[in-house]
């Protein structure tokens, strides 16, 4: 049983790892990955594996560290879904990066979104041009809302490839 409870101990510790630094790292949209992007989490995949499960390559050792992964992760999520202030440190909150036609640069900068990217990202919502942007708002998973038209047009989410969001 004791060597069981090493290999719960340690995914734990390597899950919280990998959900914190991702997050100090600034990579809170996972959903359109680069090549880089798959490269890194298929290295970071192989590096811990031995970290969770030492020297037990038995299909229990496997199952006892999916295992502990899944319970932690639900843990998690049940967190991130009851406690705002968790919520916000681990994935963000929204960045308004225009109002009224207005482009805020200094959130562009902390987002580390360009002006070519947002343009393109406008452009995608079937708007011509930022002045006819009531409201865009970089969403904490990485989807772009644009509102138009005096506030009355909300057009589909668009994400923004391929790109490390950082939060402040």
Known sequence: MFPYLTIIASSVSVYIFIVLAIRVF????ISQLS????VFILLISNSVQNAMVGGNATLTG??????SLFVVN??????LFRNKKISNFIQGTPVMLVYKGKVNDQHL???NISMDELEAAVREHGVTDIKHVDLAI???DGNISIISHNFTKISARKR???RTLNRH
């Open 35 to 38: 090549v880089v992007d798959l």
């Open 62 to 67: 496997g199952i006892v560290a999916a295992s």
């Open 138 to 140: 970089l969403e904490v």
């Open 109 to 111: 900068k902390n987002t």
């Open 74 to 79: 639900w843990i998690l999520r049940s967190l």
């Open 160 to 162: 923004i490839p391929h």
């Open 26 to 29: 600034g990579k809170n949209e």
